[in-house]
Nanobody, 119 residues
Framework: QVQLVESGGGLVQAGGSLRLSCAGS????????MGWFRQAPGKEREFVTA????????YYADSVKGRFTISRDNVKNSVYLQMNSLKPEDTAVYYC????????????WGQGTQVTVSS
């Protein structure tokens, strides 16, 4: 019913930048928030950032504060993640997510996009 399609992953050197995009669609697409999680090899999926669809409040994991910025375009049903000052430890598969306020509950997931940061 809901589709989330990510784009923008890739390989970048440490200190570089990448921008991820996620477009939502579907007859029942009506999130309260969208955002991003990530999963590194051998680790659990972890919260990265979220933005509320109405009001625009944002939330960030401590590990990315000051380096990552989330934004949204309500008309395009899209959310963006600008990642600056990337570190090797940011290497992971990044998943777009939609759900309740602050993404406390995720109701839809994207397929994931690989981000690799080389040292």
């Amino acid at each position: 019913q809901v589709q989330l399609v990510e784009s923008g992953g890739g390989l970048v050197q440490a200190g570089g930048s990448l921008r991820l995009s996620c477009a939502g669609s579907g007859r029942t697409f009506s999130p309260y928030a969208m955002g991003w999680f990530r999963q590194a090899p051998g680790k659990e999926r972890e919260f990265v950032t979220a933005i509320n669809w109405f009001g625009g409040s944002t939330y960030y994991a401590d590990s990315v504060k000051g380096r990552f910025t989330i934004s949204r375009d309500n008309v395009k049903n899209s959310v963006y993640l600008q990642m600056n000052s990337l570190k090797p430890e940011d290497t992971a598969v990044y998943y777009c997510a939609a759900g309740t306020v602050g993404l406390r509950t995720v109701t839809s997931w994207g397929q994931g996009t690989q981000v690799t940061v080389s040292s």
